[in-house]
C-alpha cells in the first residue's frame, strides 16, 4: 500500500528535479529556494523524536533539488517533515475519517518538534482517494477527494506537490522570521523593535536563543512558544563551554485578536505596556515582582518585495489563495469551501484542548464587525481572528512544579495574589487567567523564590469593560481561563459579570490542586492517585460534571475540609508549635509549621469567598437559594470572624435573620457586587501568609 503512493511522489520530485536542473546550474544545489519533495525511506515507522509510540506511515521532507530522488532518507524526524501522510486500505469516510484522526495526533509532534512552525500539512489516503489537510492553530481543513486512479485526481494532487516544491518556505508553514544559524548552533528570531508590528527592516531587531522553555504541543489553541534568548549575536559556536547566557523570554503565541490592531484593548503588549508605565517604579516599593516588557507586536514577514501581517487571515487567504500564483495550487482557503464537512473549528476547541479554554465572545463580533457589511453572511474565519504575536520580555523564570518546600510554594502564590491586586488596582488589568502555566517562580540572588504573574493574552481592561456596559453593550457569554482552574462562575459561562474573585477562585483551585498533587519538586502523586482523589473530578466527564464537582467541594467549610483539605500531600517541615489564633503580621511562637500555613491558607481563602461571615447569607455556598432578609448583623472586622471556631452562623446572628418565600438569588451574582470589599479581605490574608513563608525560607 505504501509502496505505489511513494513511487508516484518520487516519480514528480524526478520530474521537477529534471525540468529545474534545465533551467539552472545543477551545481548550486538550489535554485531559487525550491525543494524536491521526497517521502520517507521507512514506512510505518516511529520517528526518533517522537515522544510517543505512534508510527507514521510516510513523512514528506523537502531536500535540495541536486539530491538523488532514490536517496535512503530512512526514519525522518518530526523536526524536518513537512507534512505527514496516513493511509488507509478502505476507500469509504470511515477510512478518511481514522487516517484524519490519526493526522490529528501527528500534528502536535509537528508543532512540538518545529519551533518555527505556524501551520501544518498532512495528506489522508483511503484506498485511491487522496486528500490534502492543512491544521491552522483554531481548525483543520480538508480538500475535495483527489482520486488518484483518474487522471484529473492525479492531475490535482502533482499540483499540490509541485506547489509545495516551489513556494516559498511561509507556505509551508515555516516562519521565515525564524532562522537556525548552522555556523553558529543557535536560532535567529526577528521581533518589533518597537511597540507595534514588524513592517520595515528598521523596525527589526534580532534575538538568539538555543532554549524553548514552552512547546507548542497541541493541535488547536495559541499554540505559545517561550523562547530564551540574549540580544547579543554570539560570536563563536554555542556549545556546553561556551553556552549561551539567555537575559530575555520571547513569547511566541497566536492569540485571539481584532483586525484593527489600534482598536484591540485586550492586546497582551498594550496591558503589558501599562503594567511597565505604571508599576515600574512602584514595584520595589510594594516589594512584587512583575514582568517587563522590552518589545512586542505582531509579527510580519516579507513576501514578494513587501511585509505581510502574520494572522489567519493570511493563513487561510479568508477564501483566496495563500499561494501567490492562482494557477499554482487551491490555497487553504479554498480547502475549506470545497470540503466544509471535514473542518474542526472552533466549536471543538474545548473537547481538543480542553485544558486551553478560551472563547472571546466580544472579539468575535468585533472582528464580524470589521470583516462583514450588513446583511452579509459571516463565516468562521470573520469570527475568529488571531494574529501571531512576539513578546519580549524580563525576567526569567521557573515553572511552577520548581518549588522545593511548601514555604516556597506558599510564597510564590501568595506573591502572584500580590501581584494580581496590583494590575487591578494600580492598572486596571484583571487577567483572568489564573493557572499552574502563568505563574513563574523567580529566585533572587540569594536563592529565596518569588512569584510573577505572567501572560496576560486573556486579560481586560477593567475601565473599558464599565464603559462599554455604562453605553448599554450587550453583556455574552464567555469562557477564560485553563482548566481544572477555572471558576465555577467562569466554566458555566455564567452572564454574572467576571470579576477578580473569579481570578481568586482560580488561585485557590491552584493552590488545592498542587497541595493535593505535592507542592514539592519529585515528592509528587502520579495522575492515577491524583484521580482517586475527590478534586480529580475537576477535570473529569463533562463541563456539567466539573462543575457540580466544584460546587460540592466548595460549598460548604466542612465540604471543602472533608473533600479537599483532607487529602493535601502535606511533606513540608513541621514546627515547634502551631498557634490557630496567629494575627496578621504576627508570628507563631517557635518555628512555625510549613504544613498547617498551607492547610490555613487554603481555608482562609475559601471561607473569605463561599462563607464570609461579614457578608449577608445570600453570598454564602455555591448554590441558589430562597433570598433572606438581614435586619441586623455585627460589623466584625475579618481577622475577628476568622477567630469564630464555627464554621455556622452565630445563634443570636440567626436571631436577627428571617426568611421568606422570595425569589431564588444566585450567590456568584451577590458576591460580584461586593467584589471590592471581599477583595481587599483576601489580599489581607496572602500578606499575612507571604510574610510568615517569605520567614520560612
Not at 471535514?342 to 479554554?357: I, P, S, Y
Not at 504575536?389 to 502572584?416: K, N, Q, W, Y
Not at 486596571?428 to 518569588?450: C, E
Request: hydrophobic share 35%; charged share 30%.
Amino acid at each position: 500500500m505504501y509502496g505505489p503512493i511513494g513511487a508516484f511522489i518520487k516519480y514528480v520530485a524526478l520530474v521537477v528535479k529534471e525540468k529545474l536542473t534545465s533551467l539552472t546550474d545543477p551545481s548550486s544545489g538550489n535554485s531559487r529556494g525550491c525543494r524536491l519533495v521526497l517521502p520517507s525511506t521507512n514506512s510505518d515507522y516511529n520517528p526518533p523524536d517522537a515522544d510517543d509510540t505512534m508510527r507514521i506511515d510516510i513523512g514528506l521532507v523537502g531536500a535540495r533539488i541536486n539530491s538523488p530522488v532514490e536517496a535512503n532518507n530512512g526514519r525522518v524526524l518530526y523536526y524536518k517533515v513537512i507534512a505527514v501522510l496516513e493511509a488507509k486500505r478502505r476507500g469509504d469516510d470511515d477510512g478518511f475519517r481514522d487516517a484524519f484522526e490519526q493526522l490529528d495526533i501527528y500534528t502536535r509532534q509537528m508543532y512540538q518538534q518545529q519551533h518555527n512552525l505556524r501551520f501544518a500539512w498532512g495528506i489522508t489516503v483511503s484506498g485511491t482517494h487522496v486528500r490534502v489537510c492543512l491544521f491552522g492553530p483554531d481548525r483543520a481543513k480538508s480538500s475535495r477527494l483527489m482520486d488518484i486512479s483518474k487522471p484529473e485526481g492525479r492531475r490535482a494532487f502533482i499540483k499540490v506537490l509541485v506547489h509545495w516544491s516551489l513556494c516559498e518556505e511561509s507556505q509551508l508553514g515555516r516562519d521565515p522570521t525564524m532562522e537556525y544559524l548552522r555556523d553558529l548552533k543557535c536560532w535567529q528570531i526577528a521581533c518589533p523593535d518597537e511597540a507595534g508590528s514588524m513592517g520595515k527592516g528598521a523596525d527589526v531587531k534580532y534575538y538568539y536563543f538555543t532554549t524553548v522553555s514552552c512547546q507548542a504541543d497541541r493541535l488547536f489553541g495559541r499554540h505559545t512558544r517561550c523562547f530564551l534568548a540574549t540580544d547579543i549575536r554570539p560570536t563563536a559556536v554555542i556549545s556546553d563551554n561556551n553556552p549561551l547566557r539567555p537575559k530575555f523570554v520571547i513569547k511566541d503565541s497566536w492569540a485571539f485578536s481584532k483586525r484593527n490592531a489600534s482598536m484591540d484593548t485586550r492586546d497582551e503588549v498594550r496591558s503589558l505596556e501599562k503594567v511597565k508605565a505604571r508599576l515600574l517604579e512602584k514595584a520595589a516599593e510594594q516589594d512584587i515582582i512583575i514582568p517587563k516588557i522590552e518589545v512586542g507586536g505582531r509579527a510580519s514577514f516579507l513576501r514578494n518585495g513587501g511585509w505581510v501581517e502574520d494572522n489567519t487571515d493570511t493563513l487561510y487567504g479568508r477564501g483566496k489563495l495563500v499561494a501567490d500564483k492562482a494557477d499554482t495550487v487551491r490555497g487553504p482557503g479554498e480547502l475549506a469551501e470545497d470540503n466544509a464537512g471535514t473542518v474542526h473549528g472552533q466549536g471543538e476547541l474545548a473537547d481538543n484542548n480542553a485544558d486551553d479554554v478560551n472563547e472571546l465572545s466580544e472579539l468575535a463580533e468585533d472582528n464580524a464587525d470589521d470583516a462583514n457589511k450588513p446583511g452579509e453572511v459571516r463565516s468562521d474565519d470573520d469570527l475568529y481572528f488571531r494574529a501571531h504575536h512576539r513578546i519580549v520580555m524580563e525576567p526569567i523564570g521557573e515553572p511552577l512544579r520548581s518549588t522545593t518546600s511548601v514555604a516556597e510554594f506558599v510564597t510564590v502564590v501568595c506573591d502572584v495574589m500580590r501581584c494580581h491586586s496590583a494590575f487591578v488596582n494600580d492598572c486596571s488589568i484583571l487577567h483572568r487567567d489564573i493557572s499552574p502555566n502563568n505563574i513563574l517562580v523567580f529566585r533572587r540572588d540569594d536563592g529565596i523564590a518569588r512569584g510573577m504573574l505572567i501572560d496576560l493574552d486573556c486579560a481586560i481592561d477593567i475601565d473599558q469593560e464599565k464603559r462599554e456596559k455604562q453605553e448599554g453593550r450587550e453583556k455574552r457569554k464567555e469562557m477564560t481561563g485553563t482548566l481544572p482552574y477555572m471558576s465555577i462562575n467562569n466554566l458555566s459561562g455564567s452572564l454574572v459579570e467576571h470579576t477578580s474573585l473569579d481570578d481568586w477562585e482560580s488561585m485557590l483551585c491552584v493552590i488545592c490542586w498542587f497541595a493535593t498533587l505535592g507542592t514539592i519538586s519529585g515528592k509528587r502523586r502520579g495522575d492515577e492517585e491524583l484521580a482517586r482523589c475527590p478534586i480529580g473530578k475537576w477535570r473529569q466527564g463533562s463541563t456539567d460534571e466539573m462543575i457540580a464537582a466544584k460546587q460540592s467541594t466548595f460549598d460548604s467549610c466542612n465540604s471543602f475540609q472533608n473533600l479537599i483539605v483532607r487529602h493535601f500531600k502535606l511533606e513540608g517541615v513541621a514546627g515547634s508549635t502551631s498557634d490557630k489564633n496567629d494575627k496578621i503580621g504576627g508570628g507563631t511562637v517557635g518555628k512555625p509549621d510549613e504544613n498547617e500555613l498551607l492547610k490555613r491558607l487554603a481555608i482562609s481563602i475559601h471561607k473569605c469567598l463561599f462563607q464570609n461571615r461579614r457578608l449577608s447569607p445570600d453570598c454564602h455556598g455555591t448554590f441558589e437559594k430562597p433570598k433572606h432578609v438581614e435586619l441586623e448583623r455585627r460589623d466584625l472586622s475579618f481577622e475577628e470572624l476568622e477567630e469564630l471556631e464555627s464554621d455556622e452562623l452565630e445563634s443570636d446572628e440567626l436571631d436577627g435573620l428571617i426568611s421568606e418565600s422570595l425569589p431564588m438569588v444566585n450567590p456568584f451574582k451577590e458576591r460580584a457586587e461586593k467584589c471590592e470589599t471581599i477583595s481587599k479581605q483576601l489580599l489581607e490574608i496572602v500578606d499575612k501568609y507571604w510574610k510568615q513563608a517569605m520567614a520560612l525560607q
